[in-house]
């Protein structure tokens, strides 16, 4: 089975700067897709990046970014420029390539965007 | 447009009923799934079906049920026997990607709020 781990339930940061959120997980498998999704207060899931197991490149949408370690099972996000509209819960996925497209997700990262 | 459609947005439920959310999708997505969200935590599986009548249980499965008889439909009761179902309910879909091999990630419908009267 795999776990997902956010190990900061909370994290601020001021408009136009940069913010990086931490992730690692747990998994024998070596096919897999990792993700980041935004839950605004609205509580939509915003998928906001994806990571290929098999790629090396780091994933890089937009503003957003992340630092795929696979050897160390580490998917940190990295929010560039932040934005008052970023602020939401942000939760890691692990996703097996294996397993029916199930989704394991960590506890969450809450991202406050201040002023 | 294509989405994922989650009703009621909110529920109530009165001890020892059965109550059941509604999830469509017009995205023909293949596979479906029900994660339960209580507050200030990630989700967790419920149930999920890559296939018209066939489902598997997820890791929370005891006390509810589903059924899957049309690709575009995937709806959760909540029974009696789930004695703390005050929860916000999220349903997702996606193409498993048989046979393009292609795994793509979920897309999910606004949720319903469970709450006990």
């Known amino acids: 089975a795999q776990t997902v781990t956010q190990s900061q339930p909370e994290m601020s940061v001021q408009e136009a700067e940069t913010v990086t959120l931490s992730c690692t997980y747990d998994?024998?498998?070596?096919?897999?897709?990792l993700f980041w999704y935004k839950q605004p207060p609205s509580r939509q899931m915003i998928l906001v990046i994806r990571?290929?197991?098999?790629?090396?490149q780091n994933a890089t949408e937009n503003r957003f970014s992340v630092n795929f370690q696979k050897a160390a099972k580490s998917f940190s996000l990295k929010i560039s420029d932040s934005q008052l509209g970023d602020t939401a819960m942000y939760f890691c996925?692990?996703?097996?390539?294996?397993?029916?497209?199930?989704?394991?997700f960590g506890g969450g990262t809450r991202l406050m965007v201040k002023p | 447009d294509g989405g994922i459609t989650q009703s009621p947005k909110y529920l109530f439920r009165k001890e020892g009923q059965n109550v059941t959310l509604s999830c469509e999708q017009n995205?023909?997505?293949?596979?479906m799934y029900w994660y339960r969200q209580d507050p200030g935590q990630g989700l967790r599986l419920i149930y999920y079906?890559?296939?018209?009548?066939?489902?598997q249980k997820g890791d929370i499965a005891e006390g509810y049920s589903v059924s899957r008889e049309k690709k575009e439909s995937f709806p959760l009761t909540v029974t009696s026997a789930q004695k703390n179902p005050t929860a916000f309910y999220l349903c997702?879909?996606?193409?498993?990607?048989?046979?393009?091999?292609?795994?793509?990630?979920?897309?999910f419908g606004d949720g319903t709020r469970l709450s006990i009267l």
């Open positions: 990571q290929e197991a098999y790629k090396q």
């Open positions: 995205l023909n997505h293949d596979a």
């Open positions: 997702a879909s996606t193409s498993t990607g048989i046979p393009t091999g292609s795994n793509q990630p979920q897309h």
């Open positions: 996925a692990f996703m097996n390539n294996n397993a029916g497209n199930m989704l394991t």
């Open positions: 079906s890559q296939i018209v009548n066939d489902f």
């Open positions: 998994t024998s498998e070596n096919n897999y897709y």
